[in-house]
């Protein structure tokens, strides 16, 4: 499956933003999707990910109730909606998939990537 992030751009803090994934070469409904992003000088992190069934939805403590992951099989489709964005938000975002049945926190159960999309929130 290949993957396409957009939606990226410059904000300040308390704004919001939506992130898209958009996916083909395969049957999308058949993957657990996830939602990572890198900050300069750190390491690639979790962020959300949704089991494929749809029912399973995990977040990352530090975007909880804040951030939301949600998909359209029929749209090939994921999204992460962004609110309440603070400046640690800012990374570049990444989409991603998997078909092994692993943890969905874990970035080495992904075979799949998106190129990225840069997130830069300012103060």
């Known amino acids: 499956v290949q993957l396409v992030e957009s939606g990226g751009g410059v904000v300040q803090a308390g704004g919001s933003l939506r992130l898209s994934c958009a996916a083909s070469?395969?049957?999308?409904?058949?993957?657990?999707m996830g939602w990572f992003r890198q900050a300069p000088g750190n390491d690639r992190e979790f962020v959300a990910g949704?089991?494929?069934?749809?029912?399973?939805?995990y977040y990352a403590d530090s975007v909880k109730g804040r951030f939301t992951i949600s998909k359209d099989n029929a749209r090939n489709a994921v999204w992460l909606q962004m609110n309440s964005l603070k400046p640690e938000d800012t990374a570049v975002y990444y989409c991603?998939?998997?078909?092994?049945?692993?943890?969905?926190?874990?970035?080495?159960?992904?075979?799949?990537w998106g190129q990225g999309t840069e997130v830069t929130v300012s103060s």
């Open positions: 991603a998939a998997k078909r092994t049945i692993a943890s969905i926190t874990n970035e080495e159960h992904y075979a799949y």
């Open positions: 949704m089991y494929r069934s749809g029912t399973n939805i």
């Open positions: 070469g395969d049957t999308f409904s058949r993957y657990d």
